[in-house]
């Protein structure tokens, strides 16, 4: 991997479930690296309003079509990149994504549980069944796309990004 600057393009790329905790910990990876930060979701609420309402007046599938042309932009960029859960449906973005530098971040259901996860989220309608049935279509992408994983249930944030920063730099150096 190249040296960690916000000439690299981008360093890495965040993937996983809904409530792992791609934001939070992105965002501090990205302060501790000293490098921009981009979340693809936080970039289609400001463009065209909450996510529930997209899919509520407009459905999945257009959706789908905002999300694909925020992934592809962002994938783009210097820094460190958060993509939304379902990002990586799209055989595009997982051709973008096999050359790059991917962290998974997982999560046990018993966490998920915790963490008010049906908040803003259209495709969990019925909580941790929803969930469920996403991460099984979804889960042997992530596992394909992946360099690392780093599990979220139990660990803080903080710590956990701590954790991946040192691991980026170590693998910069390789």
């Given amino acids: ?6 000439a690299a393009t981008p360093a890495v790329v965040f993937i996983g479930a809904p409530g792992s905790g791609k934001s939070r910990i992105g965002k501090r990876v990205a302060r501790l690296l000293d490098l921009p930060f981009v979340d ?8 065209h309003g909450p996510i ?13 079509e905002i999300e694909r042309y925020e992934v592809e932009r962002a994938l783009r960029e210097p820094g460190v990149i958060s993509l939304g859960g379902g990002a990586i449906l799209d055989p595009r973005t997982q ?5 790059l530098l991917v962290v998974q971040l997982s999560v046990t259901e018993e966490a ?22 996403l991460m099984a279509v979804r889960t042997p992408i992530y596992d394909r796309l992946t360099d690392h994983t780093w599990d979220t249930s139990s660990l803080p944030a903080e710590r956990i990004a701590d954790d991946i920063a040192a691991w980026l730099k170590e693998a910069s150096h390789d």
């Fill in 95 to 99: 051709d973008e994504l096999e050359p």
């Fill in 52 to 64: 529930s309402e997209i899919f509520a007046t407009f459905g999945e599938p257009y959706f789908r």
């Fill in 112 to 133: 998920l549980a915790s963490r008010n996860l049906g908040v803003k989220r259209p495709l969990l309608p019925n909580g941790l069944d929803s969930w469920r049935a």
């Fill in 1 to 6: 991997m190249a040296e960690l600057t916000a």
């Fill in 40 to 47: 693809t979701d936080k970039r289609i609420v400001a463009a």
